[in-house]
């Protein structure tokens, strides 16, 4: 770790002056990312701006909706009531991430922002555009069985690893921001998060000094049907091979509304439109959640080591809206108790 | 009643959970500096130079130090190192002694600084430039250049090479598959870590994570060139081992360090090390092929094993069960071991038999799948009694039994021999089973026992507590020896200036130091008799030895109890502060051969001899059994219980005995299910870097776990009669696990770990 | 008394002893997981003294060793002047901004109780209590620990008496090197707390329904444990040991070769 300098910021305006005028300064939620990289020598900002303990912490009704506050923890964010009910998925989706201790400590803004866990990223000696832009990518042609099935370029086939930020993805979340000068602007949450193309080094949209303050989730009719499923090497505390956010609308057995987000298989939370669209007035039917997923994996290009992801996917998705469609209370295979115990 | 074999806690388990008991990087010294190491980026080729101006310049830098400016060791010579007892080094290559790159990782150079912050800091800062060579990396590839080595720790290595083939091509009914195994790591959760102090030029204490203080002494003392009674290695607690802590180059490292600095120092490994310095198991390619006659009968089994090393004369012995199990009239059973640019394979948890069960064990299910045979009854029919190598009986041996309370306890007559019949919910469940062996071994070992004037007793061996639980079986042994209570007793271990035992390695600890407790506390009871017997004020006063027994603390008559005398009372007459016993004891059958005190010396255990494995065969057996449920849709395997039942010998603490079975099932289900370190196929260097990569087990992979001792006592191996059971609950795992999945799912894996991708791929 | 309502079924002297055996911080996890019968049982299982006579020597031979003048200033960059509590203790001293708070606790202030087993967040033997929380000392910063209040596991006993959930490790050999061990113990006091409040985890059956407190399956604490890694593989016997905590009956434990459990 790089020497740097540390400040506990006393307010949002002057945290956001240092970090914009100080193109090696970052902001630092829970660090249980930004610390992690710093050690690996990943990352070496020059400068922190403590950002936990302004008072962008409250989780609150806005509008029809809700707004949690970016400093607030995850699991203040998993456990609050307003999310439980309303939003179980993101509850659901946060749980299903890291350890409760990581969840502890990781802020809601920190958490959109954690960076990819390809393994040649972390590893400073090898070649990867994302570190060190024009160096190359060594997963392109590597051991990349955790990488990206779809949206992946040359330059960069890794997959962003949050739960979270998954689920936010289907419920069109609006990440709000506050920049320079008093600025401010709301970006919806498909357009937070970048494809690779030819900057992998640029992870989401946000400029530097750009301060997340607040996410916002629009009210919406689906928390009856919704389901977080993520599937991984082993039970727990570990990132996701593949993840599906599934939730649904239906009426008279027709499904009048659905979305679907997958994790572990892009550079972003990936919606899955081509299945939303298919499924739109159909029925909720396995058969018909099966041929959605297929439409949408048509699109996947697995890499050398991953072609099993495809069918994972397509799996996942199909069994995913199957649990939405069970109101989420859909046992996963760790949840049902031991035959003896 | 006797206190061995009770199911008490530890003795030092307050210690430990109320964060007292320090390991090795917590001694901390005043003036300390840290060290933190540079390691290569390449597999093989030379450092061409190494540009440190900026490292130095960092602030709080103490000094970089590499093959340039190192202090020079006594070179390798393995007949001085043998003499010396310092053969055993984890890796050839006494550290920062040239420029040769061997293997990425290696430790090329290290900073030394004031603080950990800056050493690592200035670390990174440290920019070496390489010559390349074409490195091997890749086993496959490698293969047809391996060597087939003659021995194995002093062993016939190839056993009936070629001999197989005909009578396999004759045979109907065989199976021949396949079997891999990745690269394990053992990851212990305590990195290993070295804190040196230099008392003078010729004198040093190392407080080290080491499975053995005496070999750790040893070695350091050879290549520091010290005299071996000058240096004292000190662990008196070790946060897990698994094989991998023996001595490294970081525990040398750190001397060297501490030396040109002038002040104590201090490193502790990283994770990230953890992966490319402290060894691995390699990874195996086996080819197993069976063959029976039509009663199911074993003719045939030949284990071929490619496998590689570097730095090392270990490799992975996976055939060694081969050679052990069933009792087929022809076992070949050959190894190729390839030279890898990889860091250096060394012992984890039964090596050998951890991955060679799942081969074997495997084969035999497909076999007795192959015959619509029950697989227990399968290897029913061809058990053997004897070890089918040399045709000596064991030395006691229940594995049948193992098999019959097993299958009882896990409710084995459920299953269907026929895969995909049962389902819970939606998942397929499955029934699988596989036989465990270990070898139980034994070595020289000395104990002493001090007993002070208040009757307090001191114990001490220059053994080690891994979380075996040394510290508390080892009182209860001298409880029972002494007849006192465990609580009077004082264990000390973990330090190398005590008397001398072997390293808590192949699953020998209590086999090795107990019968040589037991016997100082014979000597420690003589003497308290000769005192006794000589003093005209003891009731004991004019009494033969032969007729005086001992109880409560208490000497006796034999035949009239109320002749005695006790302990404190004798020592308070005869005006001694303290009475001392030492006893050797080498591994001979029966009572042991006791070799004379003189010899019980620190750092002293004379080699072994006379033992008798020219009689009997020592091995260890048990019946793994796992139910597991698998999600066909995505390859998911969770194991929803199992049940372990373990021929040991007797159990000398049932409550941590119980814990090392499960401990050692729970590392099978790891190596089952998700335990690999993968490597870039084109430079050599692990992709799997870290914990978050290397998955182990964690608590929701880890069902309720039913373990059962067979518990009769081995009257071959001591008189203790304890075979080791720190390895045995690995062996067997992962080929029940895996033959669990065959029944669930009708799918037959047979490439560890059975991650998810695995069964698309099939 | 208000005493009196937070331990209703205990005896004045069993009040009293146990609360000498809790430090002040987390009274409140205690009075929500521990019911009279298993305190008994805990406290006839422990027996009273912490460091039983065994261990007197290896006690004596550390502390020799440990024994530290206090450390010479050093050559600090970015210096942070830190005011925190630690075991109820109030500790000034200055860091360097890169130094985490594990290294605070085991290289500066000698609380070595918590163990790095990764340095990156990714075993859980750093697991610490800061604020009523269970977290990751390797991860945080000890400058972002400023008026924070920290509790360690050398500040779970008080004097020598172990907190029932050490003790409730040691009965069901909830361990085997120890080193995983105060992480775990940490987490797992943490978590009788999180339990209390109603928190719900990735097993939890229905998220949206909120429950006052909530008494945790074995597959429950499971799922909350995971972030704490044994390499030795004491699992089943940590879960027994947090169920008797956390239950309120003792969990019983089955031996072959001899009866009496101590
Ligand atoms: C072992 C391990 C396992 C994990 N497993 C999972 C998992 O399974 N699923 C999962 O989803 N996550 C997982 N995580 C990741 C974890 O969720 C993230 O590290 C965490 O959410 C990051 O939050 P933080 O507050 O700690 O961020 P920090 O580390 O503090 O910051 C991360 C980044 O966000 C920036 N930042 C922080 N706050 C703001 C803000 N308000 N505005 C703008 N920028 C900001 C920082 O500058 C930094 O670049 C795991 C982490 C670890 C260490
Ligand atoms: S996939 Fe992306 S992050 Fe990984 S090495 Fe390539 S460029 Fe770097
Ligand atoms: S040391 Fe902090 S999680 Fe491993
Ligand atoms: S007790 Fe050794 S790692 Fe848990």
């Given at each position: ?9 006393p307010?949002s305006a002057?945290?956001i002056?240092?970090v ?5 300064a ?6 249980t990312?930004l610390?992690d990289?710093?050690?690996?020598d990943v990352m070496h900002?020059?400068e922190l701006?403590?950002?936990?303990r302004?008072?962008?912490t409250?989780?609150e ?5 809700v ?8 699991s203040?964010?998993a456990?609050?009531e307003l999310i439980?009910k309303?939003?179980?998925l ?6 299903a991430g ?5 969840r502890?400590m990781a ?17 400073v000696n090898m ?10 990518c060594a ?10 099935i ?8 890794a ?5 979270m930020?998954?689920?936010?993805a ?13 600025s ?16 992998p080094e640029?992870?989401?949209?946000l400029?530097?000094?750009?301060l ?7 009210a919406n ?10 599937i991984r090497?082993?039970?727990?505390y570990?990132f ?24 572990g298989?892009a ?5 899955a439109t081509v299945?939303?669209?298919w ?10 959640f ?5 439409a949408?994996?048509k ?15 397509l799996n ?11 109101g ?6 760790e949840?049902e108790?031991?035959?003896k115990n | 009643?006797?206190?061995t074999?009770k ?11 109320s964060?007292?008991a320090l390991?090795?990087?917590?001694f ?12 290569a980026?390449i ?14 310049k960092e602030?709080?830098?103490?000094a970089?130090i ?16 043998m003499?010396?007892?310092a ?14 790159v ?7 150079a ?9 050493a ?6 440290v920019k070496?430039?390489?010559t390349k ?6 086993l ?10 003659k021995?194995f720790m002093?062993e016939?290595?190839?056993?009936n090479?070629?001999?197989a083939?005909p009578?396999?091509a004759?045979?109907?009914?065989k199976?021949?598959h ?5 690269v ?18 010729d ?9 053995g203080v005496?070999l750790t002494?040893a ?18 607690f ?10 490294w180059?970081?525990?040398l ?6 030396k ?10 990283t994770?990230q090390?953890?992966q490319?310095?402290?060894g691995?198991?390699?990874?195996t ?5 069976l ?14 094993t490619?496998t590689y090393?570097?730095?090392t004369?270990?490799f992975?012995?996976?055939g060694k069960?081969?050679?052990v199990?069933?009792k087929?009239p ?7 071991v390839?030279?890898?640019n ?15 069960t799942?081969a074997l ?5 497909e ?17 053997t009694?004897k070890d ?6 064991f030395s ?5 039994d193992?098999y ?14 026929e895969?995909r019949?049962?389902r819970?919910?939606?998942y ?6 596989a036989t465990a062996?270990?070898?139980g ?20 061996t220059?053994s ?5 639980g040394t510290?508390?079986?080892l ?13 009077t007793i ?5 330090d190398?200036s ?9 699953s ?12 100082a ?16 004020d ?14 409560k603390?208490?000497?006796?008559v034999?035949s ?22 030492c006893?050797?004891?080498l591994?001979v ?7 004379p005190?003189a010899l ?7 080699a ?10 020592f ?7 796992a139910?597991?449920?698998?999600d066909?849709d ?14 040991v010998?007797?159990?000398?603490n ?14 099978g289900?790891g190596?089952?299910?998700m335990?690999a ?17 290397y998955h182990v087990p964690?608590?929701l ?5 039913d373990v059962?001792f067979?518990g009769k ?7 203790i ?8 609950g690995?062996?067997?795992v ?8 065959f029944?669930a ?18 | ?6 331990f ?8 009293k ?5 809790m ?5 409140e996890?205690i ?9 008994l049982?805990l ?8 460091l039983?006579?065994h261990m007197?020597?290896?006690e ?6 440990a ?16 005011s925190?509590k ?11 901004s890169?130094?985490?708070?594990l290294?605070?606790l085991?290289?500066?202030?000698e ?5 790095k ?29 400023e ?8 500040g ?7 907190h029932p959930?050490q ?6 050999d909830?361990f085997?090197?120890?080193y995983c061990?105060p992480g775990q113990?940490?987490s797992?006091?943490?978590l ?8 719900a985890s990735?097993?939890?059956a ?17 799922e ?21 905590v956390?239950?309120d ?6 031996w072959?070769?001899?009866e009496?459990?101590?």
């Amino acid at each position: 770790m790089r020497a740097f300098k540390y400040t506990n910021a006393p307010d949002s305006a002057s945290a956001i002056r240092t970090v914009s005028a100080n193109p090696a300064a970052k902001f630092l939620g829970g660090g249980t990312n930004l610390v992690d990289l710093m050690k690996e020598d990943v990352m070496h900002p020059t400068e922190l701006m403590d950002v936990t303990r302004l008072s962008y912490t409250k989780i609150e009704k806005k509008n029809d909706g809700v707004s949690i506050g970016a400093t607030a923890t995850n699991s203040t964010t998993a456990n609050h009531e307003l999310i439980r009910k309303n939003y179980p998925l993101l509850s659901m989706a946060i749980l299903a991430g890291a350890s409760a201790q990581i969840r502890n400590m990781a802020t809601n803004g920190g958490n959109l922002n954690q960076r990819t866990r390809c393994s040649y990223f972390y590893d400073v000696n090898m070649a990867c555009n994302k570190r060190e832009p024009g160096s190359g990518c060594a997963a392109l042609n590597g051991v990349n069985k955790n990488h990206a099935i779809l949206g992946w370029s040359e330059k960069c086939v890794a997959t962003y690893p949050s739960d979270m930020a998954v689920a936010l993805a289907a419920l069109d979340a609006v990440v709000q921001v506050e920049g320079p000068n008093n600025s401010s602007r709301s970006i919806p949450f498909a357009e937070f998060h970048r494809l690779p193309a030819d900057h992998p080094e640029k992870d989401n949209n946000l400029k530097q000094g750009e301060l997340i303050t607040a996410i916002d989730l629009p009210a919406n009719q689906l928390a009856e049907k919704s389901y977080y499923l993520k599937i991984r090497e082993r039970s727990s505390y570990a990132f996701a091979l593949v993840s599906v956010a599934a939730a649904l609308v239906t009426e008279g057995g027709r499904i009048s509304e659905v979305r679907i987000a997958l994790g572990g298989v892009a550079h972003k939370p990936w919606r899955a439109t081509v299945a939303e669209k298919w499924l739109t007035g159909k029925e909720a039917t396995t058969a018909n959640f099966k041929a959605a997923a297929a439409a949408e994996m048509k699109n996947a290009k697995p890499l050398q080591h991953n072609k099993y992801k495809v069918g994972l996917a397509l799996n996942a998705i199909t069994r995913a809206l199957e649990g939405a469609m069970q109101g989420g209370a859909y046992g996963t295979m760790e949840a049902e108790s031991t035959s003896k115990n | 009643m006797s206190e061995t074999g009770k199911p008490i806690s530890r003795i030092d388990g307050s210690m430990k959970v109320s964060g007292k008991a320090l390991y090795s990087a917590e001694f901390n010294q005043p003036n300390m500096a840290y060290v933190f190491p540079v390691r290569a980026t390449i597999a093989k080729g030379k450092i061409a130079a190494i540009d440190d101006t900026v490292a130095k310049k960092e602030p709080g830098v103490l000094a970089v130090i590499s093959h340039l400016n190192a202090q020079k060791l006594k070179p390798m010579d393995m007949q001085a190192q043998m003499k010396a007892g310092a053969a055993f080094l984890g890796e050839n290559l006494p550290p920062l002694q040239s420029n040769v790159v061997h293997y990425p990782g290696q430790f090329i150079a290290m900073v030394v600084a004031e603080t950990y912050e800056q050493a690592r800091t200035a670390a990174y800062k440290v920019k070496v430039r390489y010559t390349k060579e074409k490195a091997a990396v890749d086993l496959k590839a490698e293969i047809p250049n391996s060597k087939r080595p003659k021995m194995f720790m002093g062993e016939e290595a190839q056993v009936n090479e070629g001999k197989a083939a005909p009578l396999l091509a004759a045979s109907a009914q065989k199976v021949d598959h396949k079997y891999s195994t990745p690269v394990e790591h053992h990851h212990p959760m305590e990195p290993h870590a070295t804190v040196a102090v230099w008392d003078g030029k010729d004198r040093l204490t190392l407080y080290d994570a080491t499975q053995g203080v005496g070999l750790t002494g040893a070695i350091a003392a050879y290549f520091l060139d010290l005299k071996p009674e000058n240096v004292r290695v000190v662990a008196p607690f070790v946060g897990g081992g698994f094989g991998s802590k023996g001595l490294w180059l970081h525990t040398l490292i750190v001397a060297m360090a501490a030396k040109a600095v002038g002040r104590p120092a201090k490193l502790a490994l990283t994770r990230q090390m953890m992966q490319t310095n402290v060894g691995h198991r390699a990874a195996t390619v086996q080819r197993v092929a069976l063959a029976t006659d039509t009663n199911g009968k074993l003719s045939v089994m030949r284990h071929h094993t490619d496998t590689y090393n570097n730095l090392t004369q270990f490799f992975e012995p996976s055939g060694k069960q081969s050679l052990v199990l069933y009792k087929a009239p022809l076992r070949e059973v050959t190894y190729n071991v390839a030279q890898l640019n990889r860091s250096t394979p060394t012992f984890m948890r039964a090596p050998g038999e951890s991955p060679g069960t799942f081969a074997l064990e495997s084969a035999m299910d497909e076999m007795a799948f192959k015959m619509k045979i029950d697989p227990i009854e399968f290897r029913i029919r061809n058990h053997t009694t004897k070890d089918p190598m040399q045709g000596h009986d064991f030395s006691s041996e229940y594995l049948l039994d193992c098999y019959r309370i097993g299958a009882e306890r896990f409710g084995w007559s459920a299953r269907s021999i026929e895969p995909r019949q049962k389902r819970q919910g939606r998942y397929l469940v499955g029934y699988g089973m596989a036989t465990a062996t270990y070898p139980g071994g034994r070595s020289a070992a000395s104990v002493k026992v001090v007993m002070d004037a208040k009757g307090k007793v001191t114990v001490s061996t220059a053994s080690i507590d891994i979380g075996t639980g040394t510290y508390t079986v080892l009182a209860q042994t001298v409880a029972d020896a002494l007849g006192i209570p465990v609580d009077t007793i004082e264990v000390r271990i973990g330090d190398s200036s005590l008397p001398a035992a072997p390293l808590a390695g192949g699953s020998q600890t209590t086999a090795s130091i107990h019968p040589a407790a037991v016997e100082a506390c014979v000597l420690l009871r003589r003497d308290l008799a000769a005192l006794a017997i000589a003093d005209p004020d003891s009731r004991l006063s004019g009494q033969r030895l032969e007729e005086i027994d001992f109880a409560k603390g208490k000497l006796f008559v034999k035949s009239d109890d109320k002749k005695n005398d006790s302990y404190l009372n004798i020592l308070s007459r005869s005006k001694r502060t303290e009475l001392e016993a030492c006893a050797t004891t080498l591994p001979v059958s029966g009572a042991g051969l006791t070799v004379p005190s003189a010899l019980c010396t620190p750092r002293e255990t004379p080699a072994e001899q006379n033992s008798d494995i020219k009689q009997y065969a020592f091995h260890s057996f048990g019946a793994q059994f796992a139910e597991v449920w698998v999600d066909e849709d995505f390859g998911t395997i969770r194991v929803k219980r199992f049940t372990s039942v373990q021929d040991v010998g007797r159990i000398m603490n049932e409550k941590t005995a119980r814990s090392q079975v499960i401990g050692g099932v729970i590392m099978g289900i790891g190596a089952a299910l998700m335990e690999a370190t993968d490597y870039d196929q084109r430079w050599g260097n692990p992709v799997t870097r870290t914990l978050a990569d290397y998955h182990v087990p964690v608590h929701l992979d880890v069902p309720p776990i039913d373990v059962h001792f067979i518990g009769k006592n081995d009257p071959h191996i001591s008189p203790i009669g304890a075979r080791g059971i720190g390895e045995i609950g690995i062996t067997g795992v992962s080929a029940a696990i895996a033959n669990a999945v065959f029944n669930a799912t009708g799918k037959r894996l047979r490439d560890l770990p059975l991650t998810p991708e695995k069964f698309y791929e099939v | 008394m208000q005493e009196n309502a937070k331990f209703p079924d205990l005896s004045d002297a069993e009040r009293k002893a146990l609360e000498e055996l809790m430090p002040d911080e987390i009274n409140e996890i205690i009075s929500s997981g521990i019911k009279r019968r298993h305190f008994l049982k805990l406290f006839a299982v422990t027996g009273t003294a912490l460091l039983a006579s065994h261990m007197l020597g290896i006690e004596q031979l550390m502390a020799r060793s440990a024994e530290l003048s206090t450390p010479p200033p050093l050559p600090i960059e970015n210096g942070i002047n830190l005011s925190f509590k630690v075991n109820g203790a109030t500790k000034k001293l200055m860091v360097d901004s890169r130094m985490t708070l594990l290294d605070m606790l085991r290289e500066r202030l000698e609380l070595t109780g918590s163990k790095k087993g990764c340095d990156h967040g990714q075993c859980g033997a750093c697991t610490v209590i800061v604020d009523d929380k269970r977290v990751l000392s390797c991860l945080t910063l000890a400058a972002t620990c400023e008026d924070k209040k920290v509790t360690t596991i050398e500040g779970l006993a008080t004097g020598n008496e172990l907190h029932p959930m050490q003790s409730s490790f040691i009965k069901h050999d909830g361990f085997q090197c120890g080193y995983c061990t105060p992480g775990q113990i940490c987490s797992a006091v943490a978590l009788m707390e999180e339990a209390k409040n109603g928190e719900a985890s990735y097993v939890t059956a229905n998220v949206r329904e909120k429950k006052a407190a909530v008494k945790l399956s074995d597959e429950e604490i499971r799922e909350r444990m995971s972030g704490n890694i044994c390499r030795c593989g004491a699992y089943p016997n940590i879960v027994d040991a947090i169920r008797e905590v956390h239950g309120d009956k003792a969990v019983a434990q089955l031996w072959q070769f001899a009866e009496g459990t101590n």
